[in-house]
């Protein structure tokens, strides 16, 4: 009889064992799934995070031409004002050193 408890006993101890390695083995499965989630997870926002930084640059960039093409047409508009009243300034200067010769 002592024989039949003490091999109960090592079989009872021994599906303890088993179904505790499953357990473990279960949840070792199911964590390495977790963080295989979060790693591809992780993944997709940084590649997010990559194209949104991307498309930001671009519209930098195109704003930044924008703006200089707006300051290349101001600087050429300037100059040509610039060219005008000069050239006014010169036939002013034309007509009064034409009159301080009639003048004299």
């Known amino acids: 009889m002592k024989k039949i408890v003490i091999a109960a006993m090592a ?21 390495t799934e977790d963080a295989a989630n979060s790693l591809k997870e992780a993944g997709d926002d940084l590649e997010k995070a990559a194209k949104d930084a991307t498309d930001a640059m671009e519209k930098a960039g195109e704003e930044a031409k924008e703006m200089g093409e707006k300051a290349l047409d101001s600087i050429k508009k300037a100059g040509e004002e610039t060219m005008e009243a000069a050239e006014k300034a010169g036939e002013d200067m034309k007509e009064a050193a034409k009159k301080a010769i009639d003048s004299m």
């Open 11 to 31: 079989l009872t101890l021994s599906m303890s064992v088993m179904t505790s390695c499953r357990d473990t083995k279960d949840k070792a499965k199911e964590a």
